[in-house]
């Protein structure tokens, strides 16, 4: 199968959608399919492909974490689409290449597959700053998804959140819930030298007997570390010794570290500031466990990199990611500052080794979430988006030949009797054999009437 991925951003990026994207690309890949991944570049001036990957001329958004963005229409972009002849389009984001990928679908006439992979009402705030403008701003974005689910064949998304979200803008389709992916190879503990996780434990000011929670995330408010950082300070102690490990930049980078300043907590909380993908393994490897207050992941890739490395998650609890953290199998959830303060201890208590078995089943409760299991997942869907998006065709053309019919029937009608005859669909249905055959039958029908 021919797959063509249609993604706003892609590597050198890092963020959850580039990382499914690529783990998706190569999963497929490793089961004989060719993939052109096509994204938007500000570096380029022409569309260049090279190590099957399209980059698209685009401009810079400075203001929303420097995103490429490319328009939506290009002739180039269409002919070199059409040279790759794709059995499927998928697309991964709703802006410029989005948008794209929905109009060569329609112009090559190929079956279209539209994955959510992000909660847009907890990022209205970026461009709406005034709780009026907000709802305005909301209900429009609920009308551009029921738009783009509309032209799929098929819809997916990484957690039920994505099906209640697709629900409220009034979407009926089915969607089939395929979770993310992490890169089992890449995170995993034996990969990392030990001495060089004493050294980063070192480097951030970690004792020896400290327990070291991480995150790892763009730093924006959707992901909640304003609340994070107050339950913190609300019951968590310098002599408790559990630390909290801050990985990621973002906009509201400087105002989190005011915000630990201010709460009197900098001293147990250490913020890393970006951190190369290539670099997490060994970030995550000096940390004890993971630990999240962001109710706005559909299923956090972060999360399941941190949880491939042996990190027990502490999770606050979403009700529409139920399952994700499992209390006693890869985690806990907590619900307010107290319950959080609780499961700390908890962990910072465990044995070792005690400890040591809850990282080793955490992993194991991801052993499936690796590049093959999504693609064969995917390809599951692109078959069915197939089924139809062909029956649909069929449908379409069927109607435009009673279209045809109907009008030769009616013109025909005209010149031998004087007077128009109406004649339903159904009744061209029941009758035809032919194109002409049906008309003459009708019309000898009608005749001895």
């Not at 007077?419 to 000898?444: D, F, P, Q």
Request: include cysteine; charge should be positive.
């Amino acid at each position: 199968m021919r797959i063509a991925l249609f993604t706003e951003t892609y590597l050198p990026s890092i963020n959850g959608v580039v990382t499914h994207v690529k783990t998706l690309k190569e999963g497929l890949e490793a089961l004989g399919h060719t993939v052109l991944v096509v994204t938007a570049d500000s570096r380029v001036n022409n569309h260049v492909i090279a190590d099957d990957v399209m980059y698209c001329p685009a401009v810079k958004l400075k203001k929303i974490y420097n995103y490429d963005i490319a328009p939506p229409i290009s002739k180039e972009r269409l002919d070199k689409i059409k040279s790759f002849a794709p059995d499927i389009i998928h697309i991964h984001n709703e802006f410029g290449v989005g948008i794209s990928g929905v109009l060569i679908a329609r112009t090559l006439k190929v079956p279209l597959v539209y994955t959510l992979h992000t909660m847009y009402d907890d990022y209205v705030y970026y461009v709406a700053k005034t709780k009026g403008f907000g709802k305005i701003v909301t209900s429009a974005s609920h009308l551009y998804a029921k738009m783009l689910a509309s032209t799929a064949s098929a819809i997916t998304g990484p957690s039920p959140k994505v099906s209640e979200y697709f629900k409220a803008c009034g979407v009926k389709k089915p969607v089939h819930v395929i979770p993310n992916s992490v890169e089992l190879d890449v995170f995993k503990p034996e990969n990392v030298d030990r001495n060089d996780a004493v050294r980063m434990r070192r480097k951030f000011g970690f004792a020896d007997d400290d327990m070291v929670f991480c995150f790892c995330g763009r730093l924006g408010k959707e992901k909640n570390i304003t609340l994070l950082l107050e339950y913190w300070a609300k019951n968590v102690r310098p002599e408790d010794k559990i630390k909290l490990f801050i990985l990621g930049d973002g906009p509201l980078h400087e105002q989190h570290c005011k915000e630990a300043d201010e709460l009197g907590i900098s001293d147990m909380v250490k913020f890393a500031g970006r951190v190369e993908h290539p670099d997490l393994p060994v970030y995550y490897a000096c940390c004890d466990a993971y630990i999240t207050a962001s109710l706005s992941d559909t299923c956090s890739i972060s999360m399941l990199e941190g949880m491939a490395m042996h990190l027990p998650v502490l999770s606050l609890k979403d009700d529409l990611n139920v399952g994700q953290v499992k209390d006693g199998i890869n985690g806990y959830n907590f619900t307010d500052a107290d319950s959080m303060y609780e499961l700390l201890k908890k962990l910072r208590d465990m044995p070792k080794d005690e400890l040591a078995e809850f990282g080793r089943r955490t992993r194991e409760s991801i052993k499936t979430s690796g590049a093959i299991r999504l693609a064969n997942d995917l390809l599951d869907v692109y078959k069915e988006a197939m089924e139809v998006y062909k029956k649909k065709n069929k449908k379409r053309k069927l109607k435009k030949r009673y279209r045809v019919i109907r009008h030769r029937y009616v013109k025909r009608s005209v010149t031998k009797t004087g007077k128009s005859i109406s004649v339903s669909y159904t009744h061209l249905r029941a009758h035809e054999t032919g194109r002409n055959l049906v008309c003459r039958l009708l019309l000898e029908k009608k005749k001895q009437q």
